[in-house]
Each structure stands twice: as C-alpha cells, then as structure tokens.
C-alpha cells in the first residue's frame, strides 16, 4: 500500500521556496523559448511552409512547443534535480528523519515536478498570445492540463531516478527517450508522415504524443473524440508511473 497523507504537502514547499530563491533563472527561459522557436521555426522556416492540415505552421507548433517545455521542465526536475536532492544533498536522508515517510517524499517530488511544469505553461501562454496563436479561452486550460501532463512525465522520470545508478546514466533516457519524443510526436509535423509503424509506435508508447494532440485541440479549439482517448491515455499512464514510481523508489532508499 501506498502512505501518503496531507504532510506530502510539506515537501512540495521545501522545492517551491528554494524555486523562488532563484526566480530570475526559472522565470526567464518559458518567456524566451517559446519568442525564439516561434521566430526561427513558426516565422522562419514556417515561410516556406504554407499550412499544415490547414493550419498556419506557427499556429500548428505553438501547442508543441508549451507540450515540449511541460515535458523537459517537469523530467529534468525529477531525474537530475531530484537525483541530487537525493544521493548528494541528502535531503531526502533528512526528511525521512522527520514525520514525513518515503512515499510522501516521492510524491511530493513527482507533485513538484508537475507544478513546475504547469509554472511554465502559464509563464509561456501570454507569449504566445501576443503572436496570436493560440485561441481564446479556451487555450486557458492549458494551464490546468499542463499540471496532469507534468505529473506523468516526473513519474516517468522518478522511475528512471529509481533505477539508475549515477547521475551520468541520467543521459541515456535524455537521449534515447526525451530526444525521440521531440522529433517524433507529432510536434513539427503530422504524425500521419511517419510510416505506419512509426505511428504506431509513437501512439502507444510516446506519452508526449498524446499531450500534443490533446494542447493542439486545446489551443485550436476543435475537440474530437480522439482528444477523449489522448486525455484517457494520460490519465491511466499518470496513475500507473505514480504508482510505480513510488514503489521503485521505496525499494531504492529502504536498506
């Protein structure tokens, strides 16, 4: 069984507070990506690009690029910032001595890594309102959707923390996983370019395909049954990476 109770909450505040000592850092960047690819893909490249599916190029990636920065905010906190809070600071050696228990650490991590994602949604939505890519208001929830997405993807990350045994193999699921989800979930072309089994492939097990598709409805504000089965497959992968998560873990710190 997993223990988890209201005290998680005091773990979540020990990375929020030390979030804000360094505000200027965390701030800045969901302000100026989203200007920078917008500018060299959406506005650069998107001139030889007369529309996508029907869709003006920059309109097409904006939900991209706000699922592309939910995914490396809330994985690279879970893997390389939680994996240091964990084997070199010690902090969740400290922790533990308290009240609060192992699974509430991790939870608190895995619920840190998807507030920090929806962070930076929220930070990066009126950019790309003032390109004029996004609908209204519709594109509001992606603020909201964010904090589910970013969940799934700091469970994800937590599992990879559980299992690997430095720092450095950390870049194997960078490269091998982060990078192919980037390239190939439908992010700056339609999926349906790939060959068939690329697709499917990128369906069943890319999480970020799914986000994109469920943000590009979001920001274009046309809903399909499809969405129903993006958010659906979310939803299960969440609770199933959760899970997980917590149980690698436990088995990683109890000795």
């Known amino acids: 069984m997993i223990d988890i ?12 507070d030390a979030f804000l000592r360094t ?4 701030f800045i960047p969901p302000f100026i990506e989203p200007v920078l690819y917008l500018l060299a893909l959406g506005f650069g490249l998107g001139t030889y690009i007369e529309a996508v599916d029907g869709i003006p190029y920059p309109v097409f990636i904006a939900p991209a690029l706000v699922s592309i920065s939910v995914m490396y905010s809330a994985f690279f ?8 809070r964990m084997y070199y600071q010690k902090t969740f050696d400290a922790i533990i001595a308290t009240p609060v228990g192992i699974d509430e650490v991790i939870a608190g991590e895995m619920l840190w890594g998807a507030t920090r994602g929806m962070i930076y949604a929220a930070l990066m939505l009126p950019v790309l309102l003032l390109f004029n890519v996004v609908a209204m208001p519709s594109s509001l929830l992606l603020i909201p959707f964010a904090f589910l997405a970013g969940l799934l993807f700091a469970g994800i ?8 045994p430095s720092i450095d193999a950390l870049n194997y699921p960078s490269f091998l996983f982060i990078t192919p989800m980037f390239l190939f ?3 700056f072309f339609p999926l349906d370019l790939l060959p068939e089994p690329i697709q499917y492939f990128a369906l069943a097990a890319l999480p970020l395909t799914h986000v994109v598709g469920f943000n590009r409805a979001i920001t274009l504000a046309t809903f399909s049954p ?3 089965l993006n958010l659906a ?4 992968a969440t ?3 959760f899970v997980l998560a917590i149980r690698l873990m436990r088995r990683r710190l109890v000795v």
């Open 23 to 26: 505000y200027r850092v965390n």
């Open 239 to 241: 609770v199933i990476f």
């Open 157 to 164: 990350a937590m599992c990879f923390t559980a299992i690997t």
């Open 226 to 228: 499809v969405n129903l």
């Open 77 to 84: 906190e879970c893997t390389y910032s939680s994996f240091v």
């Open 5 to 16: 109770t209201a005290r998680v909450q005091s773990v979540w505040r020990r990375n929020w």
């Open 233 to 236: 497959w979310i939803a299960a």
């Open 185 to 187: 979930s439908g992010t």
